[in-house]
């Protein structure tokens, strides 16, 4: 199989902020298809999404993405035009309908001509399922239709980067499933960058997968690269084995374990949610039962 | 139906020429009426004649502009700019009526003291305070977004400067009317309006969007407080007399060439914080 070209390469991004640093030194290559960015709260994934979102300059790093340096007002203006970016939490005029709001980005997005940015307003909108709402106000619209809405808001113009902050939070499970068929279809052809901390959804959708936790990249790689770091590191016991990195009961009753096994331990098929815990630092991995 | 779409109207609207607001006009007009439709169907060749179904199906859902939409288009505005205009967080109806009811207590309270310095130190604040908030993630919800859009954010924040002050200044030119008897005297809110709107707008890049403000609306009151103890009872604070509205436009005129040098500034660096915190 061959790789896939580089469309985004950030070297050596920081950024300071309260005191303490929000990204410390990330460095990360993204290729067509949805990356996960996968890390803990206040592993400083919004931050960077921001930054490659060129919503905040980095204080040191640069990084370039569909060959735009946003280093430049050429570049960041360039790569603007190629972003979707969904934020963690998209705001929207209350009184807008889903149509008005789209239309209000979308003439941010520089859609001057009336007639072909409603056209586009109604193609984002179909493309997430919502041609039947469409002259609703959002504040009807339930939690998940209004993620929908910020979505398509996102493909306005057709973006070759889609940045999204953790679409899926808040969505009950059905919702969920959804919005994961949107993001895979958003996926094709472009370069998708979607903040979670669901390893679920990075193992539906992701063909790569970052891990992020204190501002520093602990992982980049595949899924199916980070799933094999738990290889022979998952067991099972009746009781919490107090040697373990994390330890949790299971729907069975029995305890599954992650960190270095006992002899003789009853090992288990690893997951990719094993492989991100026993990557993130000891202090944020130890879960109780 | 009392009128129908004119031949002409109707071919340049099957080519998809026609610009707003008879644009408007023909797609409420073709939604009700079977008769022009049926004239557009002849008056196009069968291409440019789906395209115009899809453009009148996308009006369809599209929302109705507003009353000042209209009528800032009819004065010539393009409509995405008059769309961006209306938009304006603080243009709300809460906003402008507690500007208004504001306004009305301070011209009273203006009548029972016969003090116009009450009504004249309150009016230059608030443009200030509007354009103030008409940028930052405070009242505007999709701020984020808009933060990352390829539209130039100095030409964002002028579009909102221009609506807040137009509004803003009519209001405060309202309140004027409502004291004829202090003649002229009652306009002198005006330049130091602008000088304290421009001033706060040019030192946001530096101080963000809430110290900037706050600042330059601190230091107008202590120059009033410090005017008045210094003046003689009843007559004209220095701010309202002809040397304080010369000032004022120095003022108004030197912070407008440093905001229009820093302009880029707002595109590089969001002027203020996101909703929920987090790097700027």
Known sequence: ???????????????????????????????????????????????????????????????????????????????????????????????????????????????????????????????????????????????????????????????????????TVGLDPEQRMRFRGLIAEAGEGRTVLLSTHQTEDVAMLCHRVVVLAQGRVRFEGTPAELTARAAGRV?????????????????????????????????LEPTLEDGYLLTLDSESRTVTA | MTWHVADEDLRAYARGELAAPLLWSADTHLTGCAQCRSRLAGAADPVALDEAWERLDAELDAPRPSLVERLLVRLGVADHTARLLTATPVLRRSWLLAVLSLLVMTVLAVHLVDRPALFLALAPLLPLGGVALSYGPALDPSYEMAVVAPMHGFRLLMIRTVAVLTAGLAFNGLATL??????????????????????????????????APGLVGGAWLTLLVVAQSQAHSHSTLVPFTAAGQSAAA?????????LYQTRDRFDTRPAGGFVDGGAV
């Open chain 1, 1 to 167: 199989m061959t790789t896939p070209p580089t469309t985004v390469t950030a070297t050596g991004l920081s950024l300071r902020y309260g005191g303490t640093h929000a990204l410390d030194g990330v460095s990360l290559r993204l290729t067509r298809g949805v990356t996960g960015l996968l890390g803990p709260n206040g592993a400083g994934k919004t931050t960077l999404l921001r930054v490659l979102a060129t919503a905040v300059p980095p204080d040191r790093g640069e990084f370039t993405a569909l060959g735009h340096d946003p280093g430049t007002s050429a570049g960041r203006l360039a790569l603007r035009r190629a972003l979707g970016y969904l934020p963690q939490t998209p705001g929207f005029h209350p009184d807008f309908t889903a149509f008005a709001f789209v239309d209000y980005v979308a003439i941010l997005k520089e859609l001057t001509d009336r007639a072909a940015r409603h056209r586009e307003v109604r193609r984002v909108l179909d493309a997430v399922d919502l041609a039947d709402v469409r002259g609703k106000r959002i504040k009807r619209l339930s939690g998940g239709m209004r993620q929908r809405v910020a979505l398509a808001a996102a493909l306005v113009g057709d973006p070759g980067f889609l940045v999204l902050d953790e679409p």
């Open chain 1, 235 to 267: 067991w099972s016991s009746a009781e919490r084995d107090p040697a373990a990195l994390a330890g949790w009961r299971t729907g069975t009753g029995t305890f599954r374990n992650v960190g270095d096994p006992p002899e003789g331990a009853h090992l």
């Open chain 2, 178 to 211: 409502a004291l004829p008897e202090y003649g002229l005297l009652a306009l002198t809110w005006l330049l130091p309006a602008v000088a304290l709107t421009a001033t706060g707008l040019a030192l946001t890049p530096r101080l963000g969007p809430v110290l």
């Open chain 2, 250 to 258: 120095a003022i108004a005129a030197l912070a407008t060439v440093l």
